[in-house]
């Protein structure tokens, strides 16, 4: 079974700083997805980027990129010029020939004024 | 507004007793995912449908079911509750394809008492 590692429950940054946070997979196969899910306080579940595992190239949506390094099983997150609204739980997911999304315990992000 | 609509938002009720969420998938998507939030157990997949038929299960009770209607808008039924229910519970669709993120709905909280 697939599992998905987010070993920071926690991390802050300040107010228009950069930020990284890290997630780890483990799986067998070769062909999937990855995923950033952003989580704020309002519960709701909001895509903030994927990745094709066959892609080398590293998505990119506006100032949030990805760092993905497909032989050491690792997908980070990087979010540069940080904004309040940026604030959240962030969840790692990896979604494989099963369908289902597999989750990570999230990273709690909070963004300093 | 995501297109993924769940009713009820909130939900109290007490031990012992028998709950319907509800979920209407976002339009053309044919898959539906529920999913459990709760505080030390992060999010836990409990079971897939497809265009009417269950396609995948993950850590669902026995004490839960699910359905999917031939309009497509899915119930989870929650039954002989425990406090240890209470949790988040979220719907998601997503059109066929594994490189497709989920939709999520706004999630029911339930709490039990």
């Known amino acids: 079974a697939q599992t998905v590692t987010q070993s920071q429950p926690e991390m802050s940054v300040q107010e228009a700083e950069t930020v990284t946070l890290s997630c780890t997979y483990d799986?067998?196969?070769?062909?999937?997805?990855l995923f950033w899910y952003k989580q704020p306080p309002s519960r709701q579940m909001i895509l903030v980027i994927r990745?094709?595992?066959?892609?080398?190239q590293n998505a990119t949506e506006n100032r949030f990129s990805v760092n993905f390094q497909k032989a050491a099983k690792s997908f980070s997150l990087k979010i540069s010029d940080s904004q309040l609204g940026d604030a959240a739980m962030y969840f790692c997911?990896?979604?494989?020939?099963?369908?289902?999304?597999?989750f990570g315990s999230g990273t709690q992000l909070t963004v300093l004024p | 507004d995501s297109g993924v609509t769940q009713t009820p938002k909130h939900l109290i009720t007490a031990t012992g007793q028998r709950v319907t969420l509800r979920c209407s998938p976002r339009?053309?998507?044919?898959?539906v995912y529920w999913y459990q939030q709760s505080l030390d157990q992060g999010l836990q997949f409990l079971i897939q449908?497809?265009?009417?038929?269950?396609?995948a299960k993950g850590n669902i009770l026995e004490r839960f079911s699910a359905q999917q209607f031939p309009d497509l808008h899915s119930e989870l039924n929650l039954s002989s509750l425990e406090l240890g229910d209470s949790a988040l519970y979220f719907c998601?669709?997503?059109?066929?394809?594994?490189?497709?993120?989920?939709?999520f709905g706004s999630g029911t909280r339930l709490t039990v008492v």
């Open positions: 998601a669709s997503s059109v066929i394809g594994q490189g497709n993120g989920y939709t």
């Open positions: 799986t067998s196969e070769s062909d999937y997805y």
């Open positions: 990745q094709e595992a066959y892609k080398q």
């Open positions: 997911a990896y979604r494989g020939s099963a369908r289902q999304l597999t």
């Open positions: 339009s053309g998507d044919l898959s």
């Open positions: 449908y497809y265009n009417g038929e269950e396609r």
